[in-house]
Structures are given as structure tokens and as C-alpha cells.
């Protein structure tokens, strides 16, 4: 079935019909053609994006088509570390993947990016056995963007139970303490400087990236979000005199029933040519044993440039089944117009749209409004907007509704895309007149006005677009809940 006008939205992850409709599609685009896919489990997701996260914002984004999600996308970014990234996951369900989809959600991608005022984008690929760069869709789209490959790991897999037999020379001069659950009080300091050194070592080949410093407190608070959705197991080396030498960290999923994640191993340098590696992870496997888990898969990253560690793994019977590439695109900060728009409701809650027409034949139904000029505040610039187009004045409190930036061609001419502030304007139906002329409103594209009824906006099928295109949800959330108390960033 063709698509029609492909929509993209942030959802409420507290909304639970929306949300599992988004993690259905994020899901499914995530696990096609893969035979040992890795992805975060429902329970996983749902506990993580509906609790605050003082180091990392994640956000759950949507393409519609009509009411039907068709794409998901989810967007993060650091908040104290890594202030110029963001990071993206998207995926397509596979039956209606070539149709610009995954395109509409990169627009929002950099939509947001953009607001943030960060230019560099950061994306992760599970490339399975069997393709290539040449091959795998993802690898094609990110290729498509511009994205180049910066780092790549191997997605290495263990059987479970676990069944593989190692033999290891006796451990000298070093004691493991292991662990499940949350890290003992008076260990705290020591696991949060291991954490900090693995982050300042593991291989990341050319990510843009800054290792995260823990300290004690934001660790515990870690561990406190993770413990919602998993069992922590930790192994810690440390010499004889007490000096800490190294740490691996298994994740046991709450609700996956298929996978256990192997995380972190580290030896400190100084301490590296002990066996200590192979003592750590098999002390974990130890712990993981007692733990009678049913789940089918042990996974693992390790560079493939990391020696060491791909010896180790091949040691406890790991075997390579993806490449994990990690890619980054660095684009220029867009230069944005602005522009002040209304949303002018009359009592019926009708909206006053402007039709658009351009050369190319296509148009749009938009809000009153228009570009902001030097010296010009927001308001000041509505004001003048609409006395020009549509002869109203706005009251001087107009509410902020929305934030939107659309980065892409052909919105504003010399500027890489606009930005557009959406206020609030309650009036009685009346017949438009600005103090521009016919032909002058022509000279800028628009051909005529209509007040659409809110069942109309509701039901609007294209192939006109309306801008913003999510309209309908809009207009809907502000019948619902009145305006935000802070504008809501939108995309196109
Ligand atoms: C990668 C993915 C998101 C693309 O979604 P999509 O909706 O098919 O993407 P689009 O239709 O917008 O494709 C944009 C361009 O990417 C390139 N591309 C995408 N898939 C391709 C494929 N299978 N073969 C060749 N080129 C491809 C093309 O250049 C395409 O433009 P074109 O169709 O005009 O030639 C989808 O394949 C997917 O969900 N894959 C699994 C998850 C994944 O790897 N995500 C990686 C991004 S983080």
C-alpha cells in the first residue's frame, strides 16, 4: 500500500499504547536478518525512558503513517560529557523500508541537533555475519548520509548454559572479589576509578568522545537505574596490599529472556600479562552459573584491533557473529531564518490556514506569519506579519506554543533551513485583509485562505501537507491540555 504523508513525532514513553507501539517498530526494523541481535528488551526500554537520567537525555521518536508507526527512532545525548554529539538509532519495519522513511526521522534527527546546537552526529551499526558494508541496508543509509566509519568491534557470542571448559594457571599475587547487585559500600571508590579508567581506555578507534569521570555518587545512581531492568554481576581484582588491578561486569536481564551481556573487562597496565583477564571473566561465569539463569546467549564487544582481549574471549569459546560499527558525521551548525507564526483559532476552535502554492506545483496549508527581521523581536515580528497578512493584531501575551526547525532545501533562500515560533491568537471569525495586496501575497507564494473545521485537520489525508505536518496531534494536545507551559520543539 502506498504511503501517504509520512509524519514524525516525539511520543510520551509514559503513554503506553505509544509507546509499545514504538518499541514493536523499533524492534522489528532492529532484529531483521540478524541471528544474534542484541536489542534492549521492552521492560528494559520502557524503565529507562520513563526515569530521569541526569547524564544522558533518550528520546523516543516516531514516523507515522496516518496512525500507524512505520519507523522509530530513538535520539540521545549526553548532558555532562560529549556536548557537540548526538546519538541515533534508527529502524524501519523491513516491509516498508526504500520509501524515505528512515529519511523523514534523520530530518528530525537533525532538526533537534540542531536546536541543541550540536553538530555531531554518532550512530552504531550491528552489521550480522554474511554482509557487507556493500550489502547491509543500515551501512547504505549511513553511507547515503555521509556517515564514516570510525570504529569497529566484533559482537562475539557464547552459548548458554554455559558449558565451555578453561583451564587456568593458578592466580598469584591478586584477589577477586565478586559481587551481584549493587557494589558493596567500601568498594565504591575503587569500582568508580576502574570505571573511569576503562572509559579513558577502551579502543574507540575515531569516535568523538570524552571519557566519562565517575565519581562514587553517579555511580551509585547507575546502579540504581540499571538495577530496575538488571542484575549487576562484578568481579574486582585488586593486589595483595589492597591496590585495585582490574573489573569485568556482567548485565542479567530482569525480563530478556534470550540474552546476558558480558560488559567491561579491564586490567589495569600495570597489571596486564597475569592472566588476570581470564581469571575475571571466568570468575563471572562462575557467578553466572549460580544464578541458574534460562537465558540462550552470552554477548560480547571487543575491538578487533584489541589482541588481548579477542584471545581471551576465544579462550572462553566466543565466537564473532556481527560487526559492531560505530560511525560519525560531523555537519556545520545550520543557518536557520526565523519566523514568527500564529495559530488563529475562532471560537468553533477553526484554524485560519494559508494555502502556499510554489513552482514546482506542490502546496501547503500554513499558519499566518513570516520571517523575522533585524531588530525584530518574536512578537514584534508576528505583529507585523500579521498586520500584513491577514489585518489582526495579536494580543502582546500571545502564548508560545511551539518550537519548529526544519533543516532542509528550499525553505528559505541563502539559509540551510528556518525556524518557526508558533503563538497562540484566539479571535472571531473574519475575513482576512492584510495591508499587502493581492499580488504582493501572490509574490510570496500564497494563493488564497481557508478556516479548516478541527474534524478537518483531524482527517487530512494530503496530498497537500500541512505545516507542521503533526498538525493534527498539535492542534489535538492543545484542545486537550491548553498551551504548554514551555514551547514543544517539533520538527518539520
Ligand atoms: C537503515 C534503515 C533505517 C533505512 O530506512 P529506509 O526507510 O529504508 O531509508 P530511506 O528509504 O529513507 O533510504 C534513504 C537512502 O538510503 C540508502 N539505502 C537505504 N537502504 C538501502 C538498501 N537496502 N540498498 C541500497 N541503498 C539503501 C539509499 O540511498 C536510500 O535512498 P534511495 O531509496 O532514494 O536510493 C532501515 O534499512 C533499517 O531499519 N535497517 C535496520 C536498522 C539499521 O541498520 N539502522 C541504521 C541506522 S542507525
Not at 548526538?86 to 534527527?109: F, K, M, N, S
Not at 541537533?113 to 547491509?136: C, H, K, N
Not at 600479562?273 to 546467549?297: C, F, I, S, Y
Amino acid at each position: 500500500m502506498a504511503l501517504g504523508v509520512i509524519t514524525v513525532r516525539e511520543i510520551d514513553p509514559h503513554d503506553a499504547q505509544a509507546f509499545d507501539a514504538w518499541y514493536a517498530v523499533l524492534r522489528a526494523g532492529a532484529v531483521a536478518d540478524r541471528e544474534v541481535p542484541l536489542v534492549f528488551s521492552h521492560q528494559a526500554t520502557a524503565n529507562s525512558l520513563r526515569s530521569d537520567n541526569p547524564i544522558k537525555t533518550r528520546l523516543p521518536v516516531a514516523a507515522f503513517d496516518g496512525e500507524r508507526v512505520v519507523g522509530a527512532m530513538l535520539f540521545e545525548y549526553y548532558l555532562k560529557n560529549d556536548l557537540d554529539a548526538v546519538i541515533v538509532e534508527i529502524d524501519v519495519l523491513p516491509a516498508e523500508r526504500r520509501q524515505g522513511i528512515g529519511t523523514a526521522l534523520w530530518g528530525w534527527a537533525r532538526s533537534k541537533a540542531a536546536s541543541l546546537g550540536r553538530t555531531i552526529y554518532q550512530a552504531e551499526l550491528a552489521v550480522p555475519d554474511g554482509f557487507t558494508p556493500e550489502t547491509w541496508p543500515g551501512s547504505l543509509f549511513a553511507a547515503k548520509l555521509g556517515f564514516v566509519v570510525e570504529h569497529v568491534e566484533d559482537h562475539l557470542v557464547v552459548p548458554l548454559p554455559y558449558e565451555h571448559r578453561v583451564e587456568l594457571e593458578p592466580l598469584e599475587g591478586y584477589e577477586l572479589i565478586s559481587w551481584a547487585g549493587p557494589c558493596p559500600e567500601e568498594y565504591l571508590p575503587v569500582y568508580a576509578d576502574l570505571r573511569s579508567a576503562m572509559a579513558r581506555d577502551v579502543p574507540i578507534g575515531g569516535m568523538s568522545r570524552e571519557p566519562k569521570v565517575w565519581t562514587a555518587d553517579e555511580l551509585r545512581q547507575l546502579e540504581e537505574r540499571t538495577a530496575r531492568s538488571y542484575q549487576a554481576l562484578v568481579v574486582l581484582a585488586r593486589t595483595l596490599d589492597g591496590r585495585p588491578a582490574g573489573y569485568t561486569v556482567m548485565y542479567l536481564p530482569l525480563t530478556d529472556p534470550d540474552n546476558v551481556q558480558q560488559l567491561d573487562t579491564l586490567v589495569l597496565r600495570d597489571d596486564r600479562g597475569h592472566n588476570l583477564g581470564a581469571h575475571l571473566k571466568a570468575a563471572n561465569l562462575a557467578q553466572l552459573a549460580e544464578h541458574r539463569t534460562t537465558q540462550k546467549w552470552l554477548h560480547t564487544w571487543t575491538a578487533e584491533t584489541n589482541g588481548a582481549m579477542q584471545k581471551v574471549n576465544a579462550r572462553f569459546g566466543f565466537v564473532a557473529r556481527e560487526k559492531n560499527v560505530e560511525c560519525e558525521l560531523e555537519l556545520p551548525a545550520p543557518t536557520l531564518r526565523p519566523a514568527a507564526r500564529a495559530v488563529v483559532l475562532d471560537p468553533e476552535d477553526r484554524i485560519l490556514l494559508l494555502r502556499f502554492e510554489f513552482a514546482d506545483g506542490h502546496a501547503v496549508w500554513a499558519p499566518p506569519g513570516g520571517g523575522v527581521e533585524a531588530g525584530e523581536s518574536l512578537p514584534q515580528a508576528l505583529a507585523r506579519e500579521l498586520a500584513e497578512e491577514i489585518g489582526i493584531e495579536p494580543p502582546a501575551d500571545a502564548p508560545h506554543l511551539w518550537h519548529q526547525v526544519t533543516v532542509a532545501d528550499g525553505h528559505a533562500a541563502g539559509f540551510d533551513g528556518v525556524t518557526n515560533d508558533y503563538f497562540l491568537v484566539r479571535t472571531d471569525a473574519f475575513d482576512p485583509a492584510g495591508s499587502m495586496s493581492v499580488e504582493e501575497m501572490q509574490a510570496e507564494n500564497v494563493h488564497g485562505y481557508r478556516w479548516l473545521t478541527f474534524e478537518e485537520i483531524q482527517s487530512h489525508r494530503g496530498p497537500e501537507y500541512l505545516s507542521p505536518r503533526t498538525l493534527p496531534v498539535l492542534l489535538s494536545r492543545l484542545r486537550d491540555d491548553g498551551p504548554p507551559a514551555e514551547p514543544v520543539f517539533i520538527g518539520l
